[in-house]
């Protein structure tokens, strides 16, 4: 009953999983889920030129080929229409939350062990402005109703002058105007997002709302801003750290995160959410071994595709399943901590029976442990490039020098070329 409950679970959750994709296909929200929609797109417009090369020929190919382009045009704007959608609804959650941190009470665990709550005149202000803010954005309100809002809103501002309550204080009373001359709802969207986004930028302003001097990331000393500056080699503008993304094994700084995304979209059209939700797994599960593991932690998900796809084929060395939902990368000796020179990729079935033998080496034989060690060797060779897993093999491990056989193919893949651009690179003497 046990063994029956814990596959009933296993199912339960592949459901689960195969749901929230589908759901995220569906209706994308965020980057993640669009990265999932462009990279269904690409296997899509592939099969279709698989296809049509395998049928077609001559003119009545290239005639196919132009017509799937420009279905393919067709379904990428209308993804970008559903980005745009995205993006609005996006905005309006992160002001909403930005409001409500500001006018969130003060809050801590009292003597007694139960929390207090206490209104600082500076989250009183942040609080009006928050409700001031809300009923701007009110609709199908009387000209009454919205003349009393817009007086209140004047009222607000006035507090201060500078140039941004003028401008405020300008439109609201050009709106006005256009109320009592009886303008049409339609007319005023445009003036009404106008004093709305001047208002919420006037929220965000630490001088006219303290609170917010505690959620936005403005650095005390502007000369700041000048360091950690680097220059992107797509876009060609000089841009703060923050706006690259760097790999585990990246020497030099090459295109920033928008640059990157562009050619993904365009291009590349890669997912790894399949290879996230990998990695968090093994971080779980090494965690439960609280024997202090350190590398898995270092990785990636780009690394762990490349360990998963081109080091152990995307696929189970003992059954050659391939659905990477069902897969895991678990310890192949279980008394060492896991790294890409000490894993396995199996199924979870198999990874929980795996994970009962103290010897390996002896319950599956020598030919399957030679398979294991050449990957084993082939992730020594790639990691060691990181910088901070050159330091720990330097101090932790000693140099390997196993010539890889001439029928290493066929060690490695079982006869099957599983990627055709994978190079078994020599292992040179110190290489570790």
Known sequence: SVLSSGINAEYGEKERRLKEEYQRRMQPLGKEDFDLVYHALELWRREEVENINATKSGPERKAALAGLMDEETQLIASIQRHKLI????????????FLDKCAAPKEWIGFDGMPTK?????????KDLKMTYESLDKRYLTREERLDILLQLK???????????????????READLLMRGTKEKNLEGLRQRISTLFLQYIKTPLFNPEAANLLKVPEDPSSLRKNIYYCRGCGNYLPSTDFELTTNARTIGRCRKCKDLDGEGRLREDFSRYRSLLQSIRSTEESYSDESRIIFLLTEADLRYLAENIWGAQSVLSQWEDTYDLTLVRWNKRKEWSPWNCILLTNEEARAHSKLS?????????????????????????????????????????VNMPLPSNADKVMFGGRKKDDGLSLPPLAEGAM
């Open 155 to 173: 009222l607000t501002v006035k507090e201060h002058d500078c140039k941004l309550t003028k401008d405020i204080v300008e439109l609201i009373d």
């Open 118 to 126: 206490m209104d600082t005149p500076y989250t009183m202000r942040a």
């Open 86 to 97: 995205a993006k609005s609804e996006l905005g309006r959650k992160n002001k909403k939350g």
């Open 359 to 399: 010897k390996p080496e002896e319950a599956y034989g020598s030919v399957f442990t030679q398979k294991v060690k050449y990957r084993h060797i082939l992730g020594k060779q790639h990691f060691a490039s990181m910088p901070k897993l050159a330091d720990y093999m330097n101090r932790n491990l000693k140099s």
